[in-house]
């Protein structure tokens, strides 16, 4: 750049290529439909419906946790993707552009959230408030806690949030859907 021998608005760092570091270092968890139903029918709520969430929709746990109850159109049965709950912090964006969309809500799944909010005892913004602090919950306490536990009940050993996610990409393609697939 100093030479001009490149343009000045390009990263320089992007001409430097490290051999390996493209690998994916860990191994990609994908589940079955039915596993999926199992694992969801062995947690209690609001953790199944957090599931529900990201392998329906293919959010993130982040997207899922940040969710508001005005983020949903129940009328045009939609739920918009604005923001994301990480470390502790609410970011007002997505991970990426692409992420930040408005998502068909399945109307079972529409249903079991509406039956979740009617049965809520606090008028809070976040459709997963913590009831202790009006804040979401914490996604490797529930991780740790519950999703883990009922995953090796049906012997999965290896499972995590984006395990769903990468699930939902899987049936997607295995269905030979066309249209926007999430991206990590």
């Known amino acids: 750049m100093l030479w001009e021998y490149i343009p000045l608005e390009r990263n320089p760092m992007e001409l430097i290529r490290i051999k390996g570091s493209t690998k ?102 976040f459709v997963f408030a913590n009831p202790r602090t009006a804040s979401p919950y914490s996604d490797s306490t529930i991780l740790t806690n519950y999703l883990k536990p009922a995953a090796r009940q049906i012997g999965l050993e290896r499972i995590g949030w984006h395990t769903f996610r990468h699930s939902y990409k899987s049936w997607l393609s295995s269905a030979k859907a066309t249209g926007s697939e999430p991206s990590n």
């Open 24 to 125: 994916r270092q860990k191994y990609i968890v994908a589940i079955t439909p039915e596993q999926f139903r199992q694992i969801v029918d062995l947690l209690p709520e609001p953790y199944n419906l957090m599931v529900m969430l990201c392998g329906y929709l293919g959010l993130r746990v982040s997207e899922t946790l940040a969710l508001k109850w005005s983020d949903f159109n129940w009328e045009s049965g939609t739920v918009s993707i604005q923001r994301a709950f990480t470390h502790g912090q609410l970011q007002e964006a997505t991970k990426s552009d692409t992420s930040g969309a408005d998502l068909p809500v399945y109307p079972g799944l529409a249903e079991a959230l509406q039956r979740w909010q009617a049965r809520q005892q606090h008028d809070f913004a």
